[in-house]
């Protein structure tokens, strides 16, 4: 890949490893391409309208019509991720491999689950309602996906009607000009060093206890920079001949501009399971088809498979 990352980042903060470690389940987040910016938010100049695709071309003595570029600015914006941990110093203590390494082992648990909220984050966006159960980010986070994908032209429909059995598998791509994931202040990602306080019994106000508190700051972001560089398919569901399809996929990829592929694609083991399913096997044993890590694109190249666990197979229908 030719665009840094979130472990790119992640390098300039001391926790590479950590952030490694937590994000398999969601390759969404270190897989994508990541800038940072100095502040929290930035404005994008994306063209909308190009010149004359007719060609400007004219007769001798004859003048041209003169035509102009439309742009228009759109607001990138990053939120404050703020997680926080903190245990009994006691229990810390008595940990068999030592209190250094039970701070690790914490700090990794939080960790994991930021990045798991940053993957639903990334496709299901600040919804108040949510797309169904599972399928929802938080309210104060930044819109995803689902929020800013071109859902009159990039959308594919695979026709479930099986409620609360919809997926969707997202093709998208990545780069400074199109999605990639973006981080205020200079990419803060680390976390403090921890601090011995005193804290109130969670069941006794009139007790104390010494803890270990943790805590770290980020502000993360998406960015879409092309109504074109997303594509989704919708409403795959549990019904016969409604899952994933090379069809479906084939559909989807002829979406994006010709010159302007998908560079990954993103969905949970069903729909994988579902594509797998619906290939022929082709080998003299008669083994069933392997699952698949890639699909072609429009000029055979090879776009590879994402499974995300952030990805739901119960959605609501039609949204």
Not at 51 to 56: A, D, T, Y
Not at 180 to 193: I, P
Request: hydrophobic share 40%.
């Amino acid at each position: 890949m030719a665009w840094p990352t979130l472990l790119d980042i992640a390098r300039q903060n001391g926790v590479e490893i950590l952030i490694d470690e937590a994000q398999k389940a969601t390759p969404e987040v270190g897989y994508g391409a990541a800038r940072t910016i100095r502040g929290i938010n930035y404005k994008t100049l994306v063209r909308t309208v190009l010149g004359n695709p007719s060609g400007s071309f004219r007769n001798a003595n004859e003048g041209a019509v003169p035509h102009i570029h439309v742009y228009e600015n759109r607001l990138v914006e990053t939120f404050l991720l703020g997680p926080i941990w903190r245990c009994d110093r006691a229990i810390a203590k008595e940990y068999e491999d030592g209190e250094d390494a039970y701070v690790a082992r914490e700090a990794l648990a939080t960790m994991q689950g930021e990045m798991q909220g940053l993957g639903k984050q990334f496709f299901y966006g600040n919804s108040a309602t949510g797309y169904g159960t599972g399928a929802a980010g938080n309210t104060k986070g930044f819109p995803g996906l689902i929020d800013c994908y071109d859902s009159s032209n990039m959308l594919v429909d695979a026709g479930g009607t099986s409620a609360s059995t919809g997926s969707s598998v997202w093709l998208i791509r990545f780069g400074e000009l199109d999605v990639q994931w973006v981080w205020g202040l200079n990419g803060a990602l680390a976390f403090s060093d921890r601090r011995i306080e005193t804290a109130a019994d969670p069941a006794d106000a009139t007790k104390f206890l010494e803890v270990i508190t943790q805590s770290m700051t980020a502000r993360p972001g998406l960015q879409v920079g092309s109504l074109r560089s997303v594509c989704r398919i919708r409403d795959l569901t549990a019904d016969s001949g409604k899952g994933l399809t090379d069809s479906l996929i084939s559909q989807a990829l002829a979406k994006f501009p010709a010159n302007l592929p998908p560079n990954a694609v993103f969905m949970n083991l069903r729909s994988l399971q579902q594509l797998q399913s619906s290939r022929t096997a082709t080998s003299p044993t008669g083994a069933p088809a392997p699952f698949p890590n890639s699909v072609a694109g429009i000029g055979n190249e090879t776009i590879p498979i994402l499974v995300s666990e952030s990805i739901v197979s119960t959605e609501t229908l039609n949204v």
